[in-house]
């Protein structure tokens, strides 16, 4: 994650936004999530940012993508619904 520097910070102060962060967990939950995204389409995503005594926190989430036909079955639903929504707007319209 890219941090930018603090503007208030001191001047002379050096700054890399691109170092690596430390990652403040234990080797158990390290080695869990490992595990976890050595299968396929398991990814870990940002929940939440927020700051804490100088320090920036970051809530993440483990999430596991759609399969292919359960992203055309909402692709479907989406379709269906903006017709009845199309449908309904030209009823309305007429009355």
């Given at each position: 994650m890219k941090i930018s520097k603090y503007k208030q910070a001191h001047p002379v102060?050096?700054?890399?936004e691109?170092?690596?962060k430390k990652?403040?967990?234990?080797?158990?939950?390290?080695?869990?999530?490992?595990?976890?995204?050595?299968s396929n389409g398991?990814?870990?995503i940002?929940?939440?940012i927020f700051t804490f005594n100088n320090k920036i926190k970051i809530k993440i989430g483990i999430a596991k993508g759609k399969k292919l036909w359960n992203k055309k079955e909402s692709i479907k639903e989406r379709d269906?619904?903006?017709d009845t929504k199309s449908q309904l707007n030209k009823?309305?319209?007429f009355f």
């Open positions: 102060e050096e700054f890399n691109n170092r690596d990652l403040l967990l234990n080797k158990i939950e390290i080695k869990r999530i490992e595990k976890m995204l050595q398991i990814t870990i940002p929940l939440e269906i619904d903006r009823i309305n319209k």
